[in-house]
T-cell receptor, first 114, second 115 residues
């Protein structure tokens, strides 16, 4: 069965620091999708990225970048020059075998102080 | 509407009572999901609806939980004989078809407190 592990429960950084959130997944599928979601203090989950298992290219979107490595079953997320507005809980997820739901990690709480 | 809406935003109930939680998905989204977010368990999948297909109920924790989706749009999650361990935030999401192929858009959730 699918499983996602986010070993970092909480991370605290000071503004402008770079921070990497780790995500390790388990699956027996050859085709799968990986996701990152952000949950700010307001509570609503916000989609950040979806990655197909066949696409191992790293992706950059502004200050955000993602490193997908199938060899280590990892899909890490880096925020460059962090800002206070980045403070949130970040969830990594994988779609289940049936493709009917997402299996989420426990989340990493990121606190960015000024 | 512009996004997924859920009602009520907060619900306080007494142990043993039944509750109904409502979800209005984004117009045109054929797939609808219910998840539960609690402190100890994180985000857990409950049930998935896709068009006229039989729902995937594999995540429902007990037979006290049920859900329906009428007319392929609005969904209601019903919890019968609520227990204190049912206290959680219940999140609804919708997407275009399958979970893996498409981004899921989440609603603001319903915070359920069982006294």
């Amino acid at each position: 069965a699918q499983k996602v592990t986010q070993a970092q429960t909480e991370i605290s950084v000071v503004e402008k620091e770079d921070v990497t959130l780790d995500c390790v997944y388990e699956t027996r599928d050859t085709t799968y999708y990986l996701f990152w979601y952000k949950q700010p203090p307001s509570g609503e989950l916000v989609f950040l990225i979806r990655r197909n298992s066949f696409d191992e290219q790293n992706e950059i979107s502004g200050r955000y970048s993602w490193n997908f490595q199938k060899s280590t079953s990892s899909f890490n997320f880096t925020i460059t020059a962090s800002q206070v507005v980045d403070s949130a809980v970040y969830f990594c997820a994988i779609d289940n075998q049936a493709g009917t739901a997402l299996i989420f990690g426990k989340g990493t709480t990121l606190s960015v102080s000024s | 509407g512009a996004g997924v809406s859920q009602s009520p935003s907060n619900k306080v109930t007494e142990k043993g009572k039944d509750v109904e939680l409502r979800c209005d998905p984004i117009s045109g989204h054929t797939a609808l999901y219910w998840y539960r977010q609690s402190l100890g368990q994180g985000l857990e999948f409950l049930i998935y609806f896709q068009g006229n297909s039989a729902p995937d109920k594999s995540g429902l924790p007990s037979d006290r939980f049920s859900a329906e989706r009428t007319g392929g749009s609005v969904s209601t999650l019903t919890i019968q004989r609520t227990q204190q361990e049912d206290s959680a935030v219940y999140l609804c999401a919708s997407s275009l078809e399958l979970a893996g192929d498409n981004e899921q858009f989440f609603g603001p959730g319903t915070r359920l407190t069982v006294l």
